[in-house]
């Protein structure tokens, strides 16, 4: 059977190269006897694996060495809880910007912990924007600073020039569905998280880098909650999710060899620039966001009738282009184009597009 252009939100596609390399390595890696699946994680060759997959992501990202990457199970979910629990310590104060659906839930898991401050929203124009934030919205003495890079669901990003001017405060990001499609400056952040099923690899694993003044700070918590004993057990207190961690080096390595981020960055701003070039340059399909915010993962878009909408999904799907149907919040279109997603991709769903709007006119 063909491969199809799979534009789910995640797990999503991954790059061919990588799983044609696990296909290769599947039953037998290296000279192990095994699969990588079958070992344990307390052996040199698994140690290896993962320890590479840390050397690689380091590199890709050039994180700075005070700071620690850490492999922990829960999704990004589990972090809307870890990130106040470890990090409201001080103050047990926290900003939240509440940009989305992922965002607002972050924000609602962290009241189980402490203050929350929501200087900023999009909410009230269904979250079509990144909103402007000034200094004096962050007056008052908090931990941290919670942001979402990009919004998954409604298609909207941070530019570097919209972070909030907090000063001091640590930045806290969600950045689950944006992580390696371009280059970051991590230092600007106390803490990035992601899911990895976007960007990264298959699920099962959320990787957290976090600056090493920010670990420890709250005593007291579960040990499998608490990012010091991460830190403390190289991510193996217990079992990590050991086939998820070797599959994500697979593609770490992978982007090393094909450019890094600048590459990726300029790839994803490439294809993303395709597809709303073409969004705008017709009355039949709309994007609703304000165009500064524009996310270069997640491309949504209307018809502006429910059921034609829902036509279209089902055509695109069997033209191969598939899991283009919107979040269930916001319906439409949804084209997630992460870094796996090639040009031929973009190019095969405008074509569709242009096709779907002549007949459906
Ligand atoms: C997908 C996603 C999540 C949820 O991730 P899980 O791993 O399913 O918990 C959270 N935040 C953002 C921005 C996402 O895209």
Redesign the pocket.
């Known amino acids: 059977m063909k491969r199809v252009y799979n534009f789910s939100?995640?797990p999503a596609c991954l790059p061919l190269a990588v799983l044609e390399k696990a296909q290769s390595e599947f039953l037998c890696y290296g000279d192990s006897g095994m699969s990588v699946m079958e070992m344990s994680h307390r052996t040199p060759v698994y140690q290896d694996i993962f320890d590479r997959a840390t050397a690689s992501l380091r590199k890709l990202m050039n994180i700075p060495e005070n700071y620690e990457v850490l492999y922990v199970q829960g999704?990004?979910?589990?972090q809307f809880d870890m990130v106040p629990m470890n990090l409201m310590s001080t103050h047990k104060k926290a900003y939240y910007i509440n940009t989305g659906n992922?965002a607002k839930t972050a924000m609602k898991e962290a009241k189980l912990f402490g203050e929350v401050i929501c200087p900023a929203s999009s909410e009230e124009a269904t979250y079509t924007y990144i909103p402007e934030m000034t200094a004096d919205m962050f007056s008052e003495e908090a931990d941290y600073v919670h942001i979402?890079s990009?919004?998954?669901i409604f298609g909207t990003r941070y530019i570097d020039a919209k972070l909030p001017p907090c000063g001091d405060i640590p930045i806290v990001t969600?950045m689950?569905?944006c992580i390696l499609s371009e280059p970051i400056d991590v230092s600007k952040y106390g803490l990035i998280y992601a899911?990895a099923?976007?960007n990264i690899g298959p699920?099962g694993v959320?990787i957290v880098i976090i600056r090493k003044d920010l670990i420890g700070k709250v005593s007291g918590l579960p040990a499998m909650l608490d990012y010091a004993v991460y830190e403390k057990n190289g991510s193996m207190k217990n079992t990590p999710p050991t086939y998820a961690v070797y599959m994500a080096g697979l593609v770490f390595d992978y982007l090393l060899e094909n450019g890094g981020l600048e590459a990726m960055k300029e790839k994803n701003e490439k294809k993303a620039a395709k597809l709303y070039a073409y969004i705008d340059s017709t009355d039949f399909y709309k994007n609703t966001v304000n165009k500064e915010d524009r996310s270069i993962m997640n491309v949504t878009f209307v018809t502006g009738d429910a059921d034609l909408d829902k036509k279209f999904a089902k055509e695109a799907a069997e033209a191969g282009l598939v899991n283009l149907k919107g979040h269930r919040l916001v319906g439409g279109m949804r084209a997630s184009i992460y870094n796996a997603m090639p040009e031929e991709g973009i190019d095969a769903l405008i074509e569709f597009m242009k096709k779907f709007e002549v007949e459906n006119k």
Request: hydrophobic fraction near 30%.
């Open positions: 939100a995640g999704g990004a979910s589990m992922f979402t990009n919004n998954t969600d689950s569905s899911g099923q976007k699920a959320a």
